[in-house]
């Protein structure tokens, strides 16, 4: 009996999966199958990307499908429009032998009109991103009457994007669904939240220890100076002559200027961006999936859902604001048991943060120097040594050529040969790193920064996961803004808003205190003004932005009486 039946499954997606050439299931499907098979319990699956989610609920609810009914009865809501459309085509290689079952991909950057048109068709699954989903919903092109089954995937990414309200409004309006089966790669209060509010005593399924990461990923990490942290990032690059990965940056801004920069200088990457159109985009993925690039750089928005094949590599340009994003970004290599590499850039002020991700995600980070321009020629040149002994002669009438060149190189010995292969492959690698400079940071002052960190741990005796670290120096001016939690902001999503507007460096901001309505931020004193002239007067959905000095330092959530603290009543009272 094939593995994949013993869980349950019917003999048509027991051939589909045969013939895509999977026998063992992974442990994620083991344990899900069999329960979401019954169809009437709520569920939780807390697993690492790359592990088999999308088989471990499609599978089952691709079996519990009614093929006779042509109304939705499934809905697979997703972060994504890539996470939504690489499902969509999981599910459909799923159903080869199974006819009349449709599925449909709705999500934004697409005719809306023609999803409608296919929604009328009939069909029995909808993967959905939440604001395409809403939109229809509003549209009353879709009736969710009938879903019996709600999928969330990738359930704690739509909350760091502040999908919460979205998710909220879909579960309130499916009212006669059987079950929800909840997945995810970590469970943050967020996630446990829509467990407690709208399931009932879901069966939970963890592989691996929650939040932890993949066993196959080598964590590294890199210490230098703020100011060389692109060279770094090249020169990793060139030390890995055979990588295939992704490069996550803060801002599109910088994801945009450093594909610049690295195309160039002949690098083969693009960038990967909210400012792309989806045309734009699918064309950039494309290359990337066909390996025409070698680097794709990307922001966390827009690299959400990805799923490639074969990535030896994720560096982090710089660590990402929420520290549960470094899972998903680590997530885009090592999957299907595959390993992979996941390498950050730090400068000083930021390697206390690799003690919080070695705690959070249960391993251990290894702490590497960056290689010298003589390293990086060397690996460079065995590269080129091991492509040029795997060279493949037989397709080529070579032997036509062997006695001219034979010839040609007959007063010339082999040893000499070698070395003019080697100064023409190599020539402008020489020339540039001959002189190239030490990029480490090598101060016994950063390791005992980073120890007395490690033993009294941040000044207010909690940690939090948006601000790692929090600095209150005299070189810092405090800003008032008013905008907060309730225009939709978290920690991260916070800091790329401002500094987006700003177009500045995170490495200009001190501590940030952010309340409902809304926060205070510290930035350098020499580009205060700068800040401010950014983003006062902006608008934000609707809303006029205000930002100004606020007097005073950081202030408490609240005082001992427990009233909010706010800047003044005046300034309050504008919205």
């Given amino acids: 009996m094939n593995a994949f039946e013993a869980l349950g499954l019917n003999e048509q997606l027991v051939q589909a ?3 895509l050439g999977f026998e063992n299931p992974t442990p994620i499907q083991e344990q899900a199958i069999p329960i979401l098979l019954s169809g009437t319990m709520d569920f939780v699956g807390l697993a690492q990307t790359g592990t088999g989610k999308t088989a471990a609920f499609g599978l089952p609810l691709l079996q519990l499908m009614n093929v006779a009914e042509k109304h939705p009865q499934a809905l697979i809501v997703c972060p994504t429009r890539e996470l939504c459309l690489q499902i969509t085509n999981d599910l459909a290689s799923f159903t080869k032998h199974k006819k009349g079952l449709f599925t449909e991909a709705v999500y934004g950057g697409a005719s809306i009109t023609m999803q409608i048109r296919n929604l009328r068709k009939g069909v029995q699954v909808v ?17 969710l009457q009938k879903v019996k089954y709600v999928v969330l995937d990738e359930a704690d990414e739509m909350l760091n994007m502040g999908f919460r309200d979205d998710i909220d409004f879909v579960l309130k309006n499916t009212i006669n669904r059987e079950s929800i089966w909840l997945f995810s790669a970590t469970m943050p209060p967020e996630v446990r939240a829509i467990s407690k509010n709208f399931m009932e005593n879901p069966k939970e399924v963890t592989v ?16 230098t100076s703020a100011h060389h942290r692109y060279e770094t990032l090249k020169r990793l690059i060139d030390f890995n002559p055979g990588m295939y990965g992704i490069i996550f940056t803060r801002t599109k801004a910088d994801a945009q200027e450093i594909a610049e920069k690295l195309v160039r200088e002949g690098y083969e990457i693009e960038a990967l961006h909210g400012d792309l159109t989806q045309q734009q985009r699918d064309k950039v993925m494309s290359r990337f999936r066909q390996k025409s690039l070698q680097l794709l750089i990307a922001t966390d928005v827009a690299a959400r859902g990805i799923d490639v094949d074969g990535i030896t590599h994720v560096i982090n340009y710089e660590l990402p604001d929420d520290i549960e994003v470094y899972t998903h970004r680590s997530g885009r290599t090592a999957r299907a048991g595959k390993s992979g590499i996941c390498i950050s850039i730090c400068h000083v002020k930021e390697t206390f943060k690799i003690k919080q991700l070695e705690r959070m995600i249960n391993s ?4 590497l120097d960056i290689p010298t321009g003589k390293e990086v020629c060397r690996r460079q040149f065995f590269h080129f040594m091991d492509k040029l002994m795997q060279a493949d002669t037989s397709h080529g009438d070579y032997e036509t050529y062997l006695g001219d060149l034979q010839e040609k190189f007959a007063s010339v010995s082999k040893e000499e040969v070698l070395q003019r292969v080697a100064a023409l492959e190599f020539d402008h690698f020489l020339k ?26 941040p000044s207010n005796g909690r940690r939090d996961r948006g601000n790692y670290g929090q600095r209150g120096d005299s070189g810092y001016t405090r800003l008032f803004i008013n905008v907060g939690t309730k225009d939709g902001f978290y920690k991260a999503s916070f ?14 901001l001190g501590r940030i205190d952010m309340k409902e309505m809304n926060s205070w931020v510290e930035v350098d004193k020499s580009v205060a003004s700068k800040m401010i002239k950014s983003l006062d007067g902006k608008r934000y959905n609707g809303r ?6 606020a007097d005073g330092g950081f202030r408490k959530p609240s005082d001992e009486r427990g009233n909010r603290s706010r800047p003044s009543a005046s300034r309050e009272r504008r919205f």
């Fill in 17 to 19: 999966i045969s013939d």
């Fill in 127 to 143: 993967v959905a991103t939440p604001g395409r989903l809403i939109d229809l919903i509003e549209r009353k092109a879709i009736d």
């Fill in 432 to 457: 540039y790193y001959e002189n190239a400079e030490d990029l480490n940071v090598r101060s016994d002052f950063r390791d005992k920064r980073q120890n007395n960190f490690r033993e009294a741990g």
């Fill in 495 to 508: 800091l790329q808003f401002i500094l987006d507007e700003s177009n500045l460096k995170k490495e200009v």
């Fill in 208 to 223: 691996g220890k929650k939040n932890s990461g993949n066993v196959n990923i080598d964590h590294q990490y890199f210490v």
């Fill in 364 to 367: 251990i980070f290894h702490k």
């Fill in 544 to 549: 006029a932005v205000r930002m100004n000095e």
